[in-house]
């Protein structure tokens, strides 16, 4: 996950931006949001190594006053309000820098305490869109060759003529696909594309 291999195009490029700027933010601490498998993590992790963010658990990442970075952070928050709101105060106070990855908006997330409500709500949020059809290709091929798979243009575009446009979908099929060829043997084809579109239909 370097930022040499990260996929940019006009759906990330603000995150990936503001990345790129660190340590020249406005406020120590970001929010970056968006669906399912478009890149958060990563950015997340191109971040981690830039700043030397702590590889602690996170909410005593939060307590220490040193870089963190906190993936899947509604989630976290939810689990633990009382001691995330004390750390969020913490690093705040202290200015460490923060950066936090989620699927909802700040202003969504499920948490109960009206102080941690409002807390994270004033934090900065960039989101990250749904991507075009060259990105959903890129992450489709890139996926692919991360496995040492050649993959036929037809079937690539075969995938994604009939697959979701979301980068979580693109990827189950692609590495329930390279699972596939693997298990029999036998290079991707189209036949087998067929097979993870009529699996992908009979897991929803």
């Not at 700027?21 to 478009?38: H, M």
């Not at 870089?67 to 009382?82: L, M, R």
């Not at 109960?112 to 004033?122: E, K, Q, T, V, Y």
């Not at 243009?153 to 596939?180: C, F, G, K, T, W």
């Amino acid at each position: 996950m370097t930022r040499e291999d990260f996929l940019a195009d006009s759906s990330n490029e603000d995150a990936l931006g503001l990345i790129d700027r660190w340590p020249d933010w406005r406020r120590p601490a970001l929010v970056i949001w968006g669906p399912a498998g478009s890149g958060k993590t990563h950015l997340l992790e191109i971040w981690r190594r830039k700043a030397g963010a702590s590889a602690l658990p996170p909410l005593e990442a939060l307590r220490d006053g040193k870089p963190a970075a906190i993936d899947d952070a509604e989630s976290v928050a939810s689990q633990g309000e009382e001691v995330f709101l004390h750390g969020l105060n913490a690093a705040l106070s202290q200015g460490a820098p923060l950066l936090m990855a989620s699927i909802l908006a700040p202003g969504r997330w499920p948490v109960r305490l009206p102080d941690l409500r409002s807390r994270i709500r004033a934090l900065p949020a960039v989101a990250i869109g749904w991507p075009g059809e060259r990105l959903l290709r890129a992450i489709l091929i890139k996926i692919f060759m991360d496995r040492h798979r050649a993959v036929p243009d037809h079937v690539v575009s075969y995938l994604l003529r009939r697959l979701e446009r979301a980068p979580a979908r693109i990827r189950q099929a692609a590495l329930m696909l390279d699972r596939m060829a693997e298990a029999e043997m036998r290079p991707v084809s189209l036949s087998l594309a067929r097979r993870v579109i009529a699996d992908l239909g009979a897991l929803d």
